[in-house]
């Protein structure tokens, strides 16, 4: 007998026919015997529909307003889940996240969970039952409901199951596991059996969205054991794990991710002295505007050109924010684009192998895509290009470095 946390995501729960598939499907692992938790998302488009509504009332909800709004799409299907099992004869309850409780800071819409109290749980599932949780929930210490950020289904699942020293963390959904690169962008993205905890963060963080960062951060901390699977088919998914072959064996590039979420701004002639760059950045960063890719140049004429990064949705604060720097360090020139798009290869494997950087460079300039900017890490490279070269440059890589899905071949 194992204790599985598993979780489904909006696509899994999307309509009743869906929520009846994933009730057969639960009753089956609970009657080979095995202690379920299960967290499920709301259905698909809810949280956007719900988000809508918001702004149709108002510009600027209070965050407390909105996530009392947008955690109720969470607990609809958690109810209907419950209700299922109930006429199958399994019994089950469900649990909003004050319920568990499971207990966050006050950062509503990216609350962080800072303790589980899993003893109600425990006394749920040893009594038998299946316990469905809303997943993306949270209770702050005000008794204020919070949510955890887009796509933090995946993190309630990773919490619940390293408090409960869960024996799997199952991530089901609308793919049968984590591939090379996102199958609906190439058709030869392949399906990878494993996945280390490391490359799987940088995945998450380079704008892969088939797990939340978070999810993977919480794994790789508490050592969850946690796989990827698809919801309605058969299959192994894709484990990801905390094991790492030796370097030689790795492939070079595990997976390629894309990014079409930041933008670029540019501030051109600034007067070289010591702390421009601080100049520069601080008054960003003050905004809690994150900064990523950041490029700096000094020109003959001791005249510094600096170019960065930033969320798209903080793109207009920044950019505000860098005129007025402008203005005030006498720079020549202040310039924006939303138009790019941020692409990564990334492997472990990369460690052990010279001359990634320039293979990738070259697949590049083979297809004529232009590179603005580059950012590197022990096993990732990353480069900002035009955003309507992104599908180009992402499947160019997929082939360049050997991911294409083998060609089956006749006897
Ligand atoms: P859920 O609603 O179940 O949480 P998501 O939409 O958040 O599902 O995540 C699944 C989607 O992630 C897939 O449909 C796929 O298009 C996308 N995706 C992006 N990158 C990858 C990848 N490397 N491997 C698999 N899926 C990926
Ligand atoms: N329903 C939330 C969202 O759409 C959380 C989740 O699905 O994980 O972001
Ligand atoms: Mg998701």
């Given at each position: 007998?194992a204790?599985?946390?598993?979780?489904f995501?909006?696509?899994?729960?999307?309509?009743i026919e869906r929520?009846?598939?994933v009730?057969d499907?639960?009753?089956r692992?609970?009657?080979?015997?095995?202690?379920l938790v299960v967290?499920?998302?709301a259905?698909?488009?809810e949280?956007?529909?719900?988000?809508?509504?918001?702004?149709?009332v108002s510009d600027?909800?209070s965050?407390?307003e909105q996530?009392m709004?947008?955690s109720?799409?969470?607990?609809?299907?958690?109810?209907l889940?419950?209700?299922?099992?109930?006429k199958?004869?399994?019994?089950?309850?469900?649990?909003a996240?004050?319920?568990v409780?499971i207990?966050t800071d006050?950062e509503?819409g990216?609350?962080?969970?800072?303790k589980?109290?899993a003893?109600?749980?425990?006394?749920?599932?040893?009594?038998?039952?299946?316990?469905?949780?809303?997943g993306?929930?949270?209770?702050?210490?005000n008794?204020d409901?919070?949510?955890?950020?887009?796509g933090?289904?995946?993190?309630?699942?990773?919490?619940l199951?390293?408090?409960l020293?869960?024996?799997?963390?199952?991530?089901?959904?609308?793919?049968?596991?984590v591939?090379?690169?996102?199958?609906r962008?190439?058709?030869?993205a392949?399906?990878?059996e494993?996945?280390t905890?490391e490359e799987m963060?940088?995945?998450?963080?380079?704008g892969?969205?088939?797990?939340?960062?978070r999810?993977?951060?919480?794994?790789?901390?508490?050592g969850?054991?946690?796989?990827?699977?698809?919801s309605f088919q058969?299959g192994?998914?894709t484990?990801i794990?905390?094991e790492?072959?030796?370097i030689?064996?790795?492939?070079?590039i595990?997976?390629?991710?894309?990014n079409?979420?930041?933008?670029?701004?540019?501030i051109?002639g600034?007067?070289?002295t010591?702390?421009v760059?601080?100049?520069?950045?601080?008054?960003?960063?003050?905004?809690n505007?994150e900064?990523?890719?950041?490029?700096q140049?000094?020109?003959?004429?001791n005249?510094t050109?600096?170019?960065?990064?930033?969320?798209?949705l903080d793109?207009?604060?920044?950019?505000?924010i860098?005129?007025?720097?402008?203005d005030?360090?006498?720079?020549?020139?202040?310039?924006?684009?939303?138009?790019i798009?941020?692409?990564s290869?990334i492997g472990?494997?990369?460690r052990s192998h010279?001359?990634?950087?320039?293979?990738m460079?070259?697949?590049l300039a083979?297809?004529?895509?232009?590179?603005?900017?580059?950012?590197?890490?022990?096993?990732k490279?990353s480069?900002?290009i035009?955003?309507?070269?992104?599908?180009?440059a992402v499947?160019?890589?997929?082939?360049?470095?050997?991911l294409?899905?083998p060609?089956v071949?006749?006897?």
């Open positions: 007998m204790l599985y946390v598993q979780k995501g909006g696509s899994s729960v999307a309509n929520i009846e598939q009730a499907k639960v009753q692992f609970h009657a080979e015997g095995h202690q967290v499920l998302s259905m698909s488009g949280t956007n529909r719900l988000l809508d509504l918001a702004r149709q600027k909800p965050p407390r996530d709004l947008v109720t799409g969470e607990q609809v299907t958690i109810a889940l419950a209700m299922a099992l109930e199958r004869g399994v019994p089950a309850i469900s649990m996240g004050w319920q409780p207990c006050f509503h990216k609350a962080r969970i800072h589980i109290d003893g109600h749980v425990v006394q749920q599932l040893n009594s038998g039952k299946i316990v469905v949780v809303a993306f929930q949270g209770v702050s210490a008794n409901i919070t949510t955890l950020g887009r933090g289904s995946d993190t309630t699942a990773v919490a199951a390293a408090v020293k869960a024996d799997e963390c199952q991530i089901y959904t609308d793919v049968d596991g591939y090379t690169t996102d199958p962008v190439v058709a030869q392949r399906r990878l494993q996945i905890f963060l940088e995945m998450a963080s380079l892969s969205k088939i797990l939340q960062i999810a993977v951060e919480f794994a790789g901390k508490y969850v054991p946690l796989r990827v699977l698809h058969q192994p998914g484990l794990t905390m790492q072959k030796s030689m064996e790795q492939p070079i595990s997976g390629i991710a894309f079409r979420d930041e933008a670029k701004l540019t051109r600034v007067p070289d010591p702390g760059a601080s100049g520069i950045l601080g008054p960003v960063s003050d905004a505007i900064v990523d890719v950041i490029v140049n000094v020109a003959e004429d005249t050109d600096l170019t960065f990064t930033v969320g798209r793109y207009e604060k920044a950019l505000g860098l005129q007025q720097t402008g005030t360090l006498g720079a020549r020139q202040v310039s924006g684009t939303t138009h798009a941020k692409v290869i472990v494997g990369m010279a001359g990634v950087a320039s293979r460079f070259a697949a083979k297809e004529n895509i232009n590179i603005q900017m580059i950012s590197t890490s022990e096993i490279v480069v900002v035009d955003e309507k070269y992104t599908e180009l499947r160019a890589l997929h082939s360049e470095f050997g294409d899905t060609l071949t006749g006897a």
